[in-house]
């Protein structure tokens, strides 16, 4: 494994001696890194640990050892891919993770439903979804959660051309915030986003 930090700003986000992995058996091991705001990055190949970084980040997965700090605020993290949210509608997703987070933005919400083409599909039932508009139902929520650290896996996974222009652009915009972070995990980083700072996993 190896990590290459461009810190420009105090850190939001600190992870130290940090094992572990979706198993029984450890996909990297002893990561020491700290995330300044803006936007950054998390890239490696299938089974480095992308995915299973970002769970222990959010909170969703115990490491082997070691610690997380992470400042006040909130942390988004959400899944809804797993067939147990199959019987919820999206807005009920919506509603659900609103409860969760006090600095939701729900005039930001409309106006990402209106653009990513989801008004039509509030009142739906995630197993009647599309792949990618699935996947959208987790972007949405995302974006507008206000949380001081927000975790996204893949977002571009499965959209369309225009929703992946929509998605960079909210990304280009709120690069250079000050007060809160945003990961994105993924295979490669485009290179029209400016970045805070790269984590690059390598497979043990």
Known sequence: MSSNSCVLHPNLLQVE????????????????????PGLSWIMGDEGTGKTSLLRILGGALRPFSG????SPGGVFWADLSHSTHDHLTVQA?????????????S?????????????RHRHKRLEMLST???RKVTLIAALVSGATLTLLDQPFASLDSSS???????LSEVADQKN???????YEVPEDLQLS????LETR
């Open 107 to 119: 005039d930001l919400l409309e106006a990402l439903c209106q653009a990513l083409d989801m008004e």
């Open 17 to 36: 001696n940090l094992s572990g992995g979706p198993g029984t058996e450890a996909v990297f091991e002893n990561l020491s890194f700290s995330w300044p």
């Open 180 to 186: 809160r972070v945003w990961i994105v995990a993924d």
């Open 93 to 105: 997703c919506w509603d659900n993770l609103q409860s969760q987070y006090p600095l939701w933005r």
């Open 67 to 70: 610690s997380v700090h992470v």
């Open 197 to 200: 700072s790269l984590l690059k």
């Open 132 to 134: 990618g508009s699935r």
């Open 164 to 170: 992946v222009r929509i998605v960079k652009d909210f």
